[in-house]
Antibody, heavy 124, light 113 residues
Framework: QLQLQESGPGLVKPSETLSLTCTVSGGSISSSSYYWGWIRQPPGKGLEWIGSIYYSGSTYYNPSLKSRVTISVDTSKNQFSLKLSSVTAADTAVYYC????????????????WGRGTLVTVSS | DIVMTQTPLSSPVTLGQPASISCRSSQSLVHSDGNTYLSWLQQRPGQPPRLLIYKISNRFSGVPDRFSGSGAGTDFTLKISRVEAEDVGVYYCMQATQFPPFTFGPGTKVDIK
């Protein structure tokens, strides 16, 4: 059974770079059917999609965060990672990694598998 | 960006009674391929979101049939035919027709009266 697990520091200082990794277990990140994404949720608030990556390295980013976000993939480790630079208190959130389908023409597009999330607090 | 709105934002319901959540998008979610990429997710307290419905009305694997989705264009509805205690949580609609970005509604909190 495929599972996703986020890992990384729970506390980041303002202006520094937030770095998280999502480890995929029970299956291959190199599946041709799926993208791998990051979504965040500030405490008590809603969901915001950050960006997604295909195993080949192709990425999509939320334009509102694009200047600060880098998502990468390491197929040898079955992992993908998120870097968010120049963080502020507004970046404090639970960060989820998730799997989603993305067929550009006549297919499926949904987020079907999520990690449990990891809380990242931005504070000095 | 497509903006998603939901009503109500909070919905106290009686166990065994129906519940309904509306979702509206700022633009039509009909893709040029004819599909409408509107899904619904449930987030129980302390848990990650879970996919319930995709492409307006398709129940995802393992989702009870008391959950149903309907709608077209810019207006969509999630219905729970008979609310059970395990249905307490926040429900989000999400569009994947036009991206980036994928966008979510603000969420509707369902709890028991």
């Amino acid at each position: 059974q495929l599972q996703l697990q986020e890992s990384g520091p729970g506390l980041v200082k303002p202006s520094e770079t937030l770095s998280l990794t999502c480890t995929v277990s029970g299956g291959s990140i190199s599946s041709s059917s799926y993208y791998w994404g990051w979504i965040r949720q500030p405490p008590g608030k809603g969901l915001e999609w950050i960006g997604s990556i295909y195993y080949s390295g192709s990425t999509y980013y939320n334009p509102s965060l694009k200047s600060r976000v880098t998502i990468s993939v390491d197929t040898s480790k079955n992992q993908f990672s998120l870097k968010l630079s120049s963080v502020t208190a507004a970046d404090t959130a639970v960060y989820y990694c998730a799997r989603h389908t993305l067929v550009l023409w006549f297919g499926e597009r949904y987020f079907d598998l999520w990690g449990r999330g990891t809380l990242v607090t931005v504070s000095s | 960006d497509i903006v998603m709105t939901q009503t109500p934002l909070s919905s106290p319901v009686t166990l065994g009674q129906p519940a309904s959540i509306s979702c509206r998008s700022s633009q039509s979610l009909v893709h040029s391929d004819g599909n409408t990429y509107l899904s619904w997710l449930q987030q129980r307290p302390g848990q990650p979101p879970r996919l319930l419905i995709y492409k307006i009305s398709n129940r995802f694997s393992g989702v009870p049939d008391r959950f149903s989705g309907s709608g077209a264009g810019t207006d969509f509805t999630l219905k729970i035919s008979r609310v059970e205690a395990e249905d307490v949580g926040v429900y989000y609609c999400m569009q994947a027709t036009q991206f980036p970005p994928f966008t979510f509604g603000p969420g509707t909190k369902v709890d028991i009266k």
